[in-house]
Nanobody, 126 residues
Framework: QVQLVESGGGSVQAGGSLRLSCAAS????????MGWFRQAPEKEREFIAY????????YHADSVKGRFTIDRDNAKSTIYLQMNSLKPEDTALYYC???????????????????WGQGTQVTVSS
């Protein structure tokens, strides 16, 4: 079983950047494909990006493509989400999640992930 802890959230003005981190412990990170999701108040959890177990395959939602980049450093048991050109609509609680098995591939569906962090808040002001 893996434990996940997100960090790096905060408040930023529109157009700014943040880099979120998700540190894993309790299990080898290379066991899991990893994803980032976000949830704004009164909205459903939204897929942002995933990265395969090896790191060779990534996928980003259209809403963040070209602005956000998912990455991982298996040696540090950490995944990252670099967020540039932030917009007020990016304001949400951001979660990382781990998915075991299934050939090490990620998924856009939150239900496919077995482990979740507690989230880190990102607030973008106009």
């Amino acid at each position: 079983q893996v434990q996940l802890v997100e960090s790096g959230g905060g408040s930023v003005q529109a157009g700014g950047s943040l880099r979120l981190s998700c540190a894993a412990s309790g299990s080898t990170l290379t066991t899991y494909a990893m994803g980032w999701f976000r949830q704004a108040p009164e909205k459903e959890r939204e897929f942002i990006a995933y990265i395969s177990r090896s790191g060779r395959s990534t996928y980003h939602a259209d809403s963040v493509k070209g602005r956000f980049t998912i990455d991982r450093d298996n040696a540090k048991s950490t995944i990252y989400l670099q967020m540039n050109s932030l917009k007020p609509e990016d304001t949400a609680l951001y979660y990382c999640a781990a998915r075991a098995g299934v050939y090490g591939l990620g998924s856009q569906s939150p239900a496919e992930y077995q482990y979740w962090g507690q989230g880190t808040q990102v607030t973008v002001s106009s």
